[in-house]
């Protein structure tokens, strides 16, 4: 069945009008799409999929402006499918995270792609950290997740190198995959079920129901914007999103050399369980056994500053360190406390001193490459002067704005995908 209220008698239906862009540029609109997604990551894939699944009447299309879907966030990073027991009951996070690994899990063994069920030991270092994993194992239970409390002995059974204070708590479904491999799977699904995914096309502007994209011009019935690091621009120039604010994070791992002695499970810290804006330096497991050390959440200084100059825009990292010079002088979520210590993070023997408090016989020698550089679109809300914690979705009748989809959201992505689709629908019908 088609959406409601969707304007267009039939999929695939072309309208032909002019419209003036600029002075000079007058495009023809010859394009229509019912459903437009902006952004080809993990997020606006499965939505897009989601959507043509529920609507298999309507013309889904994704535009992406990069050569390939997946070549920001979705590819670049850990791979860490999670359980879902760090984060608060009443969030979207703890809603989807337990339901998106069963599902991602399931699809990785459908479709033999690379899957580690090496679980994930959460480790104690003091005290009182022995009481918070007590507290986050309640919260795991609370979210369904299965988590088990263990003693020293008992953790080293399972990881013979941790290092742990009386306990640790063990989360068995915590497994990793292969990012890209994962990502190529779900673009061959969503053009199989007829979503037409448009590469090298990014977003330019809106005109009402007039979309710009590359060098054509859309009508489209609703757009979904899943653009991630952009999302903030995309949505204020509909409208929404307008007290929020996209702060790039750089995230950098520490890979280890080939042949080093591998890990058994993934080891993290303890958290703080107020603030999952960064799960603490740990350690974990790729698909292919290779352990990595991070990762860092250092302040970019512009949207995609991946390494060196690459990708640089002189307006946007104006904006980016005007932004950021404000969080230093007000001090915001203690981004000063935070910049600093990630910052220090550039040095690979401060990583590996500071991992060795998780894993013992950890020797600098071994971890001597940075792998893949990722970004994190961490939202900002301006007026409240805080990071914003959870998923964050906007929009109305005519388009709906992913605000907020850091991580978890590769692991969520399934749930969260219907879930946005289902925001469509009751929008659409009002």
């Known amino acids: 069945m088609r959406p409601p209220n969707d304007p267009f008698p039939a999929s695939g239906v072309t309208a032909r009008r002019t419209i003036q862009i600029s002075r000079r540029r ?25 959507a043509r699944r529920r609507w298999p009447e309507s013309s889904v299309v994704l535009v992406e402006k990069e050569p390939g879907c997946g070549m920001h966030a979705s590819s670049r990073n850990s791979g860490v499918l999670h359980a879902g027991f760090y984060y608060a009951a009443d969030s979207l996070k703890a809603r989807f995270t337990v339901e998106g690994n069963q599902m991602l899990t399931t699809y990785c063994e459908e479709r033999g792609l690379a899957l580690n069920r090496c679980g994930k030991l959460v480790v104690a270092r003091n005290p009182d950290e022995v009481l918070a994993l007590e507290a986050l194992r309640r919260r795991g239970i609370r979210n369904g997740c299965t988590v088990e409390l263990l003693d020293e002995r008992e953790a080293r059974e399972l990881e013979p190198r941790v290092r742990t204070f009386r306990s640790a708590l063990f989360s068995p479904a915590t497994s990793s995959v292969d990012p890209g491999e994962v990502m190529e799977s779900i673009v061959n699904d969503a053009v199989a079920a007829g979503v037409v995914v448009k590469t090298k096309a990014p977003y330019r502007s809106v005109n009402g129901s007039t979309v710009v994209v590359g060098n054509e011009a859309w009508q489209v019935g609703h757009v979904i914007n899943a653009s991630g690091l952009y999302a903030d621009r995309v949505a204020h120039d509909f409208g929404f999103g307008v007290r929020y604010s996209v702060v790039p994070f750089k ?41 990595k050390i991070g990762p860092t959440a250092i302040p970019a200084m512009w949207r995609e500053q991946y390494s060196g100059f690459e990708n640089f825009r002189a307006r ?49 020698r071994n971890f001597q490459k940075w792998g893949t550089p990722g970004i994190r679109a961490q939202l900002y809300d301006v007026q409240a002067q805080a990071l914003v914690p959870d998923f964050t979705i906007e929009g109305d009748s005519r388009s709906t704005h992913i605000l907020n989809a850091v991580s978890p959201a590769f692991t969520c992505c399934f749930p969260f995908a219907a879930h946005v689709i289902d925001r469509v629908d009751v929008a659409s019908s009002n």
């Open 316 to 364: 946007e990292a104006a904006e980016v360190v005007r932004r950021q010079a404000a969080l230093w002088w007000r001090d915001d979520f203690s981004f000063r406390h935070l910049a600093v210590g990630e910052m220090q993070k550039y040095s690979k023997r401060r990583l590996v001193r500071m991992a060795s408090s998780l894993v013992a016989d950890l020797d600098q």
């Open 26 to 50: 007058v495009l023809t609109v010859a394009n229509t799409a019912d459903i437009l997604v902006i952004g080809g990551g993990i997020v606006g894939l499965t939505v897009a999929l989601e």
């Open 251 to 291: 995230g950098l791992y520490l890979l280890a050399n080939p042949g080093t002695e591998p890990l058994r499970r993934h080891v993290y810290p303890v958290p703080d369980m107020d603030n999952q804006f960064h799960l603490g330096l740990h350690l974990t497991v790729a698909v292919d056994g290779r352990s």
